[in-house]
C-alpha cells in the first residue's frame, strides 16, 4: 500500500486537529492490505476509485487499486489519495483537483514508512514493512498435488496458490503416457 505526498499532507493536517483520527484511517488502510476492493466505488470524475468511510462518517479515504508494469492487478496495493472531511463532498472535489495535478503515477510511499515518519501518533497501529503471509493452499489442493500429482507436502506448501493451480492444471492437462 503507498500513499501520495498530499494524501500524508492531508494525514498530517488531520494529526493537527486530532491524532486519533490518524489511528483511525491507518487502521482503516490496513483493512485495505486484506481487502483493497473494500469500501463503496465512486462516480463522476472519480471513476475508478474507492471510498471508505472513518469515525461515524466523519472523514473519508479515496484510492484506486493499480496494476504493475506488465498490466496484471496488484490486487494487494491499494494507493491511498486522500482522507479528510467529508462536509460538502470537500474530499471529492479536493480529489479532482489533485488528479489533474498529479498524473497517472504520482510519487508515493509505502505505508509502513508513513507510519515510522509519523512517530508516536502511528505507535500501535501494526504496519509491516513485510508482505502479508498469503493464506494457506486449501487442504483438497495440498492433498491433490501430494496424492495425485506425487510432490512433497513440503514442495506444495511453499508454493503460491497460482503455482499450485498451474501445476495441478499442467498434471490434468498431460495425456497419460503408455509405458
Known amino acids: ?3 501520495t ?4 499532507d492531508d494525514l498530517h493536517a488531520l494529526a493537527r486537529k486530532d491524532p486519533q483520527i490518524v489511528r483511525w484511517c491507518l487502521k482503516k488502510m490496513l483493512l485495505l492490505e486484506r481487502d483493497p476492493m473494500a469500501g463503496e466505488p465512486l462516480l463522476g470524475g472519480l471513476i475508478g476509485f474507492r471510498r471508505l468511510v472513518v469515525s461515524d ?3 473519508r479515504i479515496l484510492w ?3 496494476e504493475d508494469e506488465t498490466g496484471e492487478v496488484i490486487i494487494d ?10 462536509a460538502g463532498s470537500e474530499v471529492d472535489a479536493e480529489m479532482e ?4 495535478s498529479l498524473g497517472d503515477t504520482p510519487r508515493a510511499r509505502k505505508l509502513y514508512d508513513v507510519v515510522v515518519a509519523l512517530g508516536r501518533i502511528g505507535r500501535g497501529v501494526g504496519a509491516s514493512a513485510e508482505p502479508e503471509p498469503t493464506d494457506p493452499l486449501p487442504a483438497w489442493l495440498v492433498t491433490a498435488l501430494t496424492t495425485t500429482v506425487g510432490l512433497p507436502r ?3 506448501e511453499a508454493m503460491t496458490h497460482d503455482e499450485a493451480r498451474e501445476r495441478l492444471q ?3 492437462s498431460t495425456p497419460p503416457s503408455d509405458t
Request: proline share 3%; glycine share 4%; net charge neutral.
Open 1 to 3: 500500500m503507498r500513499l
Open 57 to 59: 462518517r466523519h472523514w
Open 64 to 66: 484506486r487499486v493499480v
Open 97 to 100: 483537483q489533485r488528479l489533474e
Open 5 to 8: 505526498e498530499p494524501a500524508i
Open 154 to 156: 513440503e514442495d506444495v
Open 170 to 172: 499442467a498434471h490434468w
Open 77 to 86: 496495493i491499494a494507493e491511498v489519495w486522500a482522507a479528510g472531511a467529508r
